[in-house]
């Protein structure tokens, strides 16, 4: 499961706190490691003190929870965590929203968009003014019939055993599709996770004429955790959300994980 060694992508402001709050929540919930990083660009050493700086901020939000603290230079953030996480050997890559978008949705800026079409890890985002539980509700995994969320099913079902929450398979209607194959494609998932775990998720059909209204059709609890596949066309072990993908993840009010394509 996801979780063991967390990274997070930390600026001190509104988003890198959210991002600092959800990885700290995320490694209670696991029990794993925390890592801090704050990028800087290379020859900068006025920005390479203010990287420092960032990670003394973060110390300070975080207080007594076990962390470590990192600057490490490369010519973007997005890039920087990647490298790091693989240096590391961090299984999750958490960040925020960028400044300027709609609160409690997810903004991608040009560190999450880096990371979204290139992570060799999963990536989680934080909605805007997330304030984690103290325990998770629930994983919901956007399931399309496709070997990528096939293999998801059996990913996330595992966590959900290992967290002890319910699961749920939706899939989105957006009236393009025979209703009555989404639900025969949805039992077989459910059929996949109790095969591979003995869990029985819950299936949700969610209608509507786009991806926001359709997500507004079912209900999202306190605590809830949003899990993607990577699309199809992502390279082995890489990250790569497709068009869909980048919808529901926009439209969604909880945290939302993208797992590369081969993750295990």
């Known amino acids: 499961m996801i979780g063991e060694h967390v990274i997070v992508g930390y600026s001190n402001d509104p988003g890198g706190r959210d991002a600092l709050a959800l990885g700290a929540a995320i490694t209670r919930l696991t029990g794993g490691e925390l890592t801090v990083a704050s990028i800087y660009p290379p020859g900068s050493p006025g920005l390479a003190v203010e990287a420092q700086a960032n990670l003394a901020h973060a110390g300070e939000e975080l207080g007594v929870v076990p962390a470590e603290y990192m600057a490490f230079e490369s010519r973007g953030p997005g890039?920087?965590?990647s490298v790091l996480a693989s240096r590391i050997r961090a299984d999750l890559i958490v960040v925020g929203s960028a400044s300027g978008g709609q609160y409690g949705r997810i903004a991608v800026g040009s560190?999450?968009?880096?990371?979204?079409?290139?992570?060799?890890?999963?990536?989680?985002?934080?909605?805007?003014g997330y304030v984690p539980p103290d325990e998770p509700a629930r994983l919901t995994l956007a399931y399309v019939h496709r070997p990528q969320c096939d293999a998801a099913v059996e990913r996330v079902a595992q966590a959900a055993l290992r967290l002890d929450v319910p699961l749920r398979l939706i899939t989105l209607?957006?009236?393009?599709?025979?209703?009555?194959?989404?639900r025969d494609d949805l039992a077989l998932a459910v059929r996949l996770?109790?095969?591979?775990t003995g869990i029985e998720a819950e299936s949700e059909v969610a209608e509507g004429h786009d991806v926001q209204a359709a997500l507004k059709d079912v209900e999202w609890q306190p605590g809830e955790l949003l899990v993607c596949a990577a699309g199809e066309?992502?390279?082995p072990h890489r990250v790569f959300l497709g068009e869909l993908a980048m919808k529901v993840l926009?439209?969604?009010s909880c945290p939302v994980t993208v797992l590369p394509r081969g993750f295990s």
């Open 111 to 128: 560190t999450a968009d880096h990371l979204l079409h290139l992570s060799p890890e999963a990536v989680m985002l934080a909605p805007s």
């Open 173 to 182: 209607d957006l009236r393009t599709e025979d209703q009555g194959k989404l």
């Open 193 to 196: 996770a109790w095969e591979s």
């Open 79 to 81: 890039r920087g965590l």
């Open 233 to 235: 066309d992502a390279q």
């Open 250 to 252: 926009r439209s969604s």
